[in-house]
């Protein structure tokens, strides 16, 4: 019997996994290990049919961001197109909330179209958890570091790039996740 997912999969997942490990999603009242959302990422790209390659990295996407892993050290267990889909939906760490979005949204209108399929499930699945952990409990909007309004005009921003330029599926749901934030900003 053939596995469900591959052995790249399956790699990236447990290095993920270790890197990620003692890191915590933000929710209201669970402690949600962070595994759950690259794992998720992963999920959809998977679904929506793209190649391990771009699982995997949908898998990696915060490695470099937030577990100090170089693109050197992905390319090394993971390979080079890997590695550069990665490093294209990762953020520096040494700029303001401002200026990093800024970056990352000139990164992605110039990125590979994986990157930005990866850039999409990412958004989705925060944008979900946002809004349901707001929802919630209405206090949580107070642990982030910009306003929500802020926050939406960066997604109505990275929607805007990503739907001009791989529309369909991912992009769709994409315009479905930023329409509830905009809802629960204006409610």
Known sequence: MQPI??????????FAAMKHEGQWRKHPYLNI????????????????????DV??????????E???????QMADQFGEKVAQLVVQVSQ?????WMEKKEFYRKTLDVAQ???????????????????EGMTINPRMR?????????????EKMCYEIISRRLPGDLADELSQAVASLEQFVSS
């Open 92 to 96: 520096p760490q040494n700029m303001t």
């Open 113 to 131: 179209l994986e990157a930005l399929a990866i850039a999409a499930a990412d958004h989705t699945y925060n944008i979900h958890t946002l809004v």
């Open 33 to 52: 290990p962070f595994i759950s959302h690259p794992a998720s990422v992963g999920l959809m790209l998977a679904r929506a049919g793209y190649n391990d």
């Open 55 to 64: 699982v995997v990295a949908g898998i990696l996407h915060d490695v470099i």
């Open 66 to 72: 937030d577990c100090k892993v170089t693109a050197e």
């Open 142 to 154: 107070m642990s982030f570091e910009v306003t929500l309004e802020d926050r939406l005009q960066h």
């Open 5 to 14: 997912y591959s052995q790249a999969v399956q790699h990236a997942m447990e």
